[in-house]
């Protein structure tokens, strides 16, 4: 568990801790991040009651001017830590009692996988679409769509893993603030081959606040990371592909590729009548002569496979209906890039 400035939270995790119902050791180990509170102090007046459920505390930190980050902290907790198997926890969410029990497991069943768990959302109704696509995703789609903008499709603060595992991939990136550590190592864990798979059922309170590290990462360092993510992944192995969005969005994404995968663009597909009217998307920035010219064509004159640019779960369903009306195969087919 890394520690910034979490006093307010700590009551509540360090409770949770104590209940959880799980038979075998524990530990915690926590690295205070240059916290400025009284963090460590509330930590401290836990050891008790923790070493009295059988939860041995392990606490370090530095007191730099400046904190050195998620991952930065991650690092030195897990370094400093025994177990066998790693649960990560945030200071400011709350575990179900049966969490550590569940995931562990689950874990012995699925070898080299990141583990993880519903969740419900603090505030209720916070993130209202993103705490949905997390509970409702399937076993496929945990997989399918981790080119999404939502992020790792097992979300960081339900992790669960081997420790063997965990330094198979890698450690955590220790850029620091703006960096998204978790997603960097989520796509590793899949470049090693690791597996995702979530127990389906809410183990975690997810706490929203303004505070959260998750908000000092820019919508463009993650937008770079999925184009690249995609065309490793996807656009690699396929020889053409239409754009699911003649607008500003699949736009975007055809200028983002490289050269050579935006040749293999063929087409754009859209439902607006009036961009399928224009016919063809001029790409101006090109350097190349004559400018690159794609079609735009209805949904049902294009052809598979698909990169669709389409927001999930904001067109009352009609993006869904359109996509299962032309029978594809998600993962197959298609790709969901929004």
């Known amino acids: 568990m890394p520690v910034h400035n979490a006093s307010c939270w700590l009551d509540e995790c360090l409770q949770a801790i104590v209940h959880q119902d799980f038979a075998g050791s524990m530990e915690l180990s926590v690295f205070d991040d240059a916290s400025t509170d009284d963090s460590r102090e509330v930590l401290e007046r836990w050891r008790e009651k923790l070493e009295a459920r059988g939860v041995s505390l392990l606490i370090s930190g530095h007191s730099s001017a400046q904190p050195k980050g998620v991952g930065f902290a991650k690092n030195k907790a897990i370094s400093q830590s025994h177990g066998e ?170 200028r983002s590729l490289s050269a050579t995968n935006q040749r293999k663009v063929k087409a754009f597909c859209d439902v607006d009548e009036n961009k399928i009217h224009k016919g063809f998307y001029t790409y101006e920035e090109s350097k190349e002569r004559p400018k690159p010219k794609i079609p735009i064509l209805h949904y049902t004159a294009a052809a598979a496979p698909f990169i669709v640019c389409v927001k999930l779960d904001m067109t009352g369903g009609v993006l869904e209906a359109n996509l299962n009306s032309l029978q594809l195969k998600e993962g197959i087919d298609y790709y969901h890039f929004n």
């Open 85 to 254: 198997y790693l649960c990560f926890q945030d200071a400011d969410d709350i575990m179900m009692p049966e969490r550590v029990r569940l995931q562990y497991d689950a874990s012995l069943l699925h070898k080299n996988s990141l583990i993880g768990c519903r969740v419900r959302r603090l505030p209720e109704g916070s993130t209202e679409r993103y705490t949905r696509w997390i509970n409702t995703l399937t076993q496929e789609q945990l997989i399918t769509q981790v080119f999404t903008s939502h992020g790792p499709t097992v979300i960081m603060p339900t992790w669960f893993c081997s420790r063997k595992w965990f330094q198979e991939v890698g450690s955590f990136d220790e850029g620091g603030k703006g960096v998204p550590e978790d997603l960097l190592f989520f796509y590793q864990s899949l470049r090693r081959g690791g597996g995702l798979t979530r127990v389906d059922e809410c183990l975690l309170v997810y706490r929203y606040h303004d505070n959260a590290a998750t908000h000092s990462v820019t919508e463009e360092t993650i937008w770079r990371l999925r184009v690249d993510f995609l065309q490793e992944r996807v656009l690699s192995r396929w020889e053409n592909v239409t754009v699911w969005n003649a607008g500003k969005q699949g736009r975007k994404l055809y």
